[in-house]
């Protein structure tokens, strides 16, 4: 008999009267793209059916909201209050169930924080833009919060019953509550934002009066048998909210009351615990596990763990040393869906690089595109995807992340692929970043992608510069041009000095960053190159022409900076333009004047220069061309990946 590794991770697990074949669940992730009346499109279906054909054992649909006029927290949430989207819900349900997998909506209200978005045109949303409700009355960011009354709790009561009822008609056989990370129900638990002084607020047993009766009602309703979850935070993680302490007598309120008892941490409206809550690069894995694991020691529920998880090994140890019964991953399933499937089976996890791009890219477009997975937020269109008619022989020129990505899938469909790489290892200019210790992960995907395309039988060649001379002789049907950028330096007196460096040198020594050191330039490269720095007790400043720094379009990450840069004592100098580079260090002109910032090290981050015309060369070099990733316009690795991805698939299709 075969002797499996992980034997309690996939365990079944009985919830209620409902049987989970294994302890790994697909969180709750909310999904934008959707009518603005809440219902979700075949594309959302077939996202989270990706999740069930991968293995998991639940699949949370998040940001279903009990009440669309007073309790949306945003304009694209799903809603159960509205029977038109019973049909599209049925048609999700069975894509996830019909695979193994139960289906869970998480039901959500977002209480004071609910309708801010009175700035769209009138007829776009149907809601009550302004207006919110809250345990207490307050303002919030200059709109007047008003306080329930009995008659808007007992409403508010009846709405998640009847969404619970709603959901459960529609096929979800679990519904995961959501009492955590400052929505409705966290907002009456929490001693600090609860300060009624009627049979809803003070003590700890009327601040969960309301969770309680949720919980009941949805039981009333959906029967005894019907799996209920809630999601708690079992620490606030900042100074104006509460501890373990306070999640441990919250869940020990919540014990018999509920199946099973979802331990978050956190709170979305506080910034600097929000990449706690979603944890970020720079924590370590499972960070947020010894929340459930204290909480496991004090009741008999069920208890879920969530934060930082994809690797298979913590996760078993999790569930055997009973810190927790179930794990909960989010991105983790986002990078790779299959991740539960590989892990049973001894294969390779691509792991979540924690970059939060995923989640930036969610509020800007609508999709979870992940950075490393090209096939997320495009599931539908994998799904009806067919093989090529003719298989080629292809040249990938670069073996950067564009060009791995690019040779691995023209593999994957069947072409006999060539990759050569000008340096004498593959991966590209990112492998500098390899001794970086919140890069760890990035360097693990660059390792992966190199052992994957090995494995599949690319010809791989380095030290291998394709000229146009070598691509003629290879005589191939197919080049794609992966070249990448080289950094520039920035055009002002000065520039060309021995103590100016690029990020790329750095990264690879970073013992040529002695003394003061000043990076021009406050893109994620620099800011991310000074984090590193400062780690290893650098004095550092970053002056950005700019009055902030620049993000790169990844919002979330650029939270989870902003706190390292406090953590680090970073000097910022926004609103700054460097003017020149002297003996003392960065002549510099801003608001104020013209002053020198002293440097011993400068470091040039300001940008990348494309290698367009090394790679347009090779144009007529085979009866296909094709120019991808920064060698058009350097941009991230999600762009990269995504574009690779997408050029190879068409390849031999006609």
């Not at 780690?535 to 939270?559: C, F, P, Y």
Request: with cysteine; glycine share 10%; net charge negative.
């Amino acid at each position: 008999m075969r002797e499996f590794k992980y034997k309690r991770l996939f365990e079944p697990v009985k919830l209620g009267n409902t049987m989970f074949r294994n302890r790994i669940f697909a969180s709750a992730t909310g999904y934008q793209d959707m009518s603005v009346d809440g219902i979700l499109p075949p594309e959302a279906h077939a996202y989270y059916e990706r999740k069930a054909i991968g293995g998991a054992a639940a699949v949370t649909v998040g940001e279903c909201v009990v009440d669309s006029k007073m309790g949306r927290g945003a304009v694209y949430h799903t809603v159960l209050d509205n029977p038109f989207a019973e049909h599209s819900l049925m048609r999700l349900t069975s894509a996830v169930t019909r695979h193994g997998a139960i289906a869970s909506a998480e039901l959500q209200h977002a209480g004071m924080y609910a309708n801010r978005f009175s700035g769209m045109p009138c007829g776009f949303y149907a809601g009550n833009p302004g207006v919110a409700y809250g345990p207490v009355a307050c303002e919030i960011e200059g709109k007047q919060v008003l306080a329930m009354d009995e008659i808007a709790i007992e409403e508010v009561i009846s709405a998640y019953a009847n969404a619970a009822l709603f959901a459960k008609k529609c096929g979800f056989g679990m519904v995961t509550v959501h009492g955590g990370h400052g929505w409705l129900l966290s907002q009456f638990i929490s001693p600090f934002i609860n300060t009624r002084t009627d049979r809803w607020g003070g003590s700890i047993e009327n601040r969960m009066r309301l969770p309680l009766a949720v919980a009941g009602a949805i039981r009333k309703a959906c029967g005894a048998g019907f799996p209920i979850e809630m999601r708690i935070s079992g620490s606030e993680c900042h100074s104006g909210g509460y501890d373990i302490d306070e999640g441990v007598a919250i869940a020990k309120m919540l014990d018999g009351h509920v199946d099973l008892i979802h331990v978050s941490a956190g709170s979305h409206e506080v910034e600097e615990v929000f990449t706690v809550t979603h944890p970020s690069m720079f924590l370590e894995d499972g960070c947020n596990v010894k929340f459930a694991a204290e909480i496991k020691k004090h009741v008999k529920t069920p208890v879920a763990t969530v934060g930082a998880l994809a690797d298979g090994e913590l996760m078993e140890e999790i569930i055997a040393s009973g810190q927790a019964d179930i794990v909960q991953i989010a991105r983790g399933l986002i990078a790779d869906p299959d991740l539960p499937m590989k892990i049973r089976a001894g294969g390779e996890v691509r792991k979540c690089m924690r970059c939060l791009h995923c989640f930036s890219v969610l509020l800007n477009e609508g999709q979870f595109y992940c950075a490393i997975n090209p096939e997320s937020g495009r599931e539908l269109e994998y799904k009806s995807d067919t093989l090529p008619k003719v298989s080629k022989k292809v040249l990938v020129a670069g073996g950067g992340i564009a060009g791995l990505q690019a040779a691995l899938t023209c593999a994957e469909r069947g072409h006999n692929v060539t990759l050569c790489e000008k340096s004498s290892q593959l991966g590209g200019v990112l492998k500098c970043e390899k001794n970086v210790p919140f890069k760890a992960k990035l360097d693990e995907y660059i390792e992966q992608q190199i052992r994957l395309v090995k494995n599949i039988g690319v010809d791989i060649r380095v030290n291998t510069e394709v000229t146009p001379e070598l691509a003629a002789r290879a005589e191939v049907d197919v080049i794609i041009a992966a070249l990448g950028a080289r950094p520039v330096f920035p055009d002002i007196p000065g520039a060309v000095k021995n103590n100016v460096l690029t990020a790329e040198e750095v990264y690879t020594n970073p013992e040529k960053a002695a003394g003061r050191v000043v990076i021009l330039g406050g893109g994620l490269v620099g800011v991310e190159l000074a984090i590193y720095l400062a780690k290893l007790n650098r004095s550092v400043t970053i002056i950005e022409q700019m009055e902030q720094l620049n993000d790169g379009g990844n919002m979330m990450h650029a939270k989870a900076v902003a706190v390292e840069i406090d953590k680090c004592g970073i000097e910022l100098l926004t609103g700054t333009a460097a003017v020149g580079i002297t003996d003392e260090g960065v002549a510099c002109e801003n608001g104020s004047g013209v002053f020198t910032k002293a440097a011993d090290i400068i470091i040039s981050a300001v940008g990348q220069s494309p290698l367009y015309e090394q790679a347009a060369a090779l144009r007529y070099s085979a009866p296909e061309f094709h120019q991808i990733g920064d060698c058009i316009t350097p941009k991230n690795i999600m762009a990269a990946t995504a574009q690779a991805a997408a050029v190879a698939r068409e390849i031999g299709r006609r």
